[in-house]
């Protein structure tokens, strides 16, 4: 009996394997998710945050990953939460659309819970949070 068969075979499927992958490989991406572009705007029908508002919902909500002063440093899955009194904090990437993304869709990797997607904060308190956020920025050191 001849195994002659059975490798031309096997040599057979593998090349077509290896014709898919490439050809897989090869495809292009899939256009990015139009929910999250979306998140980077505030909501039409939105008006511009209150600090205030937005940090009493921070002591409730807030207080136990990023700490009463914004100090962070709380780290459940990944990379510990920000420390949002430091001027290193804040570089050119945390924007009021970065802080609406992070609050509306959260980020898995780090721990952050999606607030928004879970209806726990409205898209007005969305904005609350992120002017109270936003208040560190000026007074970080």
């Known amino acids: 009996m001849s195994l002659r068969p059975s490798f031309r075979a096997a040599a057979l499927a593998l ?3 290896a014709v898919a992958a490439a050809a897989y490989a090869a495809a292009p991406a899939p256009a990015a ?3 999250a572009a979306a998140t980077l705007a505030a909501p039409a029908g939105v008006t511009k945050g209150d600090a205030t508002k ?3 919902k921070y002591k409730v909500m807030c207080v136990a990953c990023h700490k009463a002063d914004g100090s962070g440093g ?3 899955t990944g990379n510990p939460t920000p420390n949002w009194t430091l001027k290193k904090t804040w570089d050119a990437t945390r924007t009021e659309g970065f802080l609406r993304n992070c609050i509306v869709n959260g980020n ?3 721990g952050m819970v999606a607030w928004g997607k879970t209806g ?3 898209p ?3 904005e609350d949070m992120i002017a109270f956020v936003m208040t560190h920025k000026a007074k970080a050191k």
Request: hydrophobic share 45%; aromatic share 4%.
């Open 15 to 17: 090349s077509a394997v």
């Open 33 to 35: 998710k139009p929910a």
């Open 54 to 56: 937005g940090a009493a």
């Open 74 to 76: 709380f780290k459940s």
């Open 108 to 110: 898995t990797k780090s």
């Open 120 to 122: 726990a904060l409205k």
């Open 124 to 126: 007005q308190e969305v």
